[in-house]
Nanobody, 115 residues
Framework: VQLQASGGGLVQAGGSLRLSCTAS????????MGWYRQTPGKQRDLVAT???????MYADSVKGRFTISRDNAKNMVDLQMNSLKAEDTAVYFC??????????WGKGTLVTVSS
């Protein structure tokens, strides 16, 4: 499975960004798709995940502000980020989990929120 992410950039606090990730390869094996983020010197943390059936999970810090969505036909997962805060600044990574338990990561995309 290969993952291609896009949509990062610079935005002012209170603004919005949308991240997109497209999967290719053995896409029929993908169960969960999601987004994680990482800042320098810290571990990579879960932001949001979505199952093939549409079940979602969010980090407490983004609930009510971020929305994850998925298009199984297009093999895409999006993250709509609203009301962005300076603390949302991070490198965001797309991640998929297959039914067999394999994990694949995309290259990160930088989101910078200026205060």
């Amino acid at each position: 499975v290969q993952l291609q992410a896009s949509g990062g950039g610079l935005v002012q606090a209170g603004g919005s960004l949308r991240l997109s990730c497209t999967a290719s390869g053995s896409i029929s094996t993908i169960n969960v798709m999601g987004w994680y983020r990482q800042t320098p010197g810290k571990q990579r943390d879960l932001v949001a995940t979505i199952t093939r059936r549409g079940g979602t999970m969010y980090a407490d810090s983004v609930k009510g502000r971020f929305t994850i969505s998925r298009d199984n036909a297009k093999n895409m997962v999006d993250l709509q980020m609203n009301s962005l805060k300076a603390e949302d600044t991070a490198v965001y990574f797309c991640r998929v989990l297959t039914y067999s338990g394999m994990v694949y990561w995309g290259k990160g995309t930088l989101v910078t929120v200026s205060s």
